[in-house]
């Protein structure tokens, strides 16, 4: 399952959900107050921006947003909403690619920092992160803490949600540190739809490793964008690191 594959115009079309999943108010409005409030007035630049769940709004606050994705069509989606003008996309690798400027504010939201399938990979997108970043200035990860406390030996699979119309659930190796997560949604008919994502799980002590790696400091982590304590039992954080002010 490579990931340019996997974004594709199929996925591209049907990935916003307005009012409803992650695009929702109570979700989309605390991620992008706490982001305008971490930009303060500055530039921002979005890892793998998408269609532009963020990124739209945010720029509607008032802070220049730039992007780097790795899928034309997500990019496409994104167009039927802001032009090149407004949101300035790079298409290419958020591990590697560099854009011009420099950013007050790097973002990765929505888990997608476990899209890169090595650790190797994640350090350099990591390091990424500082090369565009001011003195100063954050990178912030939004990622779930993986769940294998309800792992029984033998058992290979945790279903972390179960509606009448859509089912999830993550199949785990251990071994790798890997994850595929498996979205079964319902409709009238007998048939179900399928859409499987790979990842690399992160712990959150791994995560702060990366970023010393990259020069950068943890500043602050929470459960969630509402700044909620982050504790043993939390399922997903928000985690702040911060460029020292000299380099």
């Keep these: 399952m490579q990931q340019a594959k ?17 695009f929702a108010p109570e979700t989309l409005g605390p991620t992008v107050d706490r982001l305008a409030d971490l930009a303060g007035d500055g530039a921002a630049l979005e890892f793998a921006i998408g269609t532009g769940r963020v990124a739209v709004p945010l720029a509607g606050r008032g802070v220049p ?4 994705e790795l899928s034309p069509p997500m990019v496409e989606q994104l167009r039927t909403k802001a032009d090149e003008a407004t949101i300035p996309v790079v298409i290419g690798d958020m591990a590697t690619t560099a854009v011009p400027g420099e950013y007050s504010l790097v973002y990765l939201v929505f888990n997608t920092v476990s899209n890169l399938l090595t650790q190797a990979e994640q350090v350099e997108c990591f390091r ?35 509606d009448s ?30 859409f ?3 990842h690399r799980y992160i712990w959150p002590a791994e995560l702060d490793l990366m970023a010393q790696l990259a ?5 602050s982590r929470h459960a969630d964008w509402d700044g909620t304590e982050f ?8 985690s702040v690191y911060r460029m020292p002010t000299s380099r």
């Design 231 to 238: 504790t043993a039992d939390s399922r997903s954080h928000v």
């Design 196 to 198: 499987r994502s790979p």
């Design 128 to 162: 990424n992160a500082a090369r565009h970043l001011t003195p100063g200035g954050r990178f912030v990860v939004e990622l779930w803490v993986p769940e294998l406390r309800k792992l029984p030996p033998g058992q290979a699979a945790t279903v972390w949600q179960s």
């Design 6 to 22: 996997i974004w594709d115009a199929a996925t591209a079309r049907r990935y916003d959900t307005p009012g409803t999943g992650m």
């Design 215 to 219: 020069g950068l400091e943890l500043e």
């Design 65 to 68: 947003v730039t992007g780097i």
């Design 165 to 194: 119309d859509y089912i999830g659930l993550d199949t785990y190796d251990v071994l790798r540190q890997h994850v595929v997560s498996h979205h079964f949604r319902f409709d009238e008919s007998e048939r179900a739809q399928l």
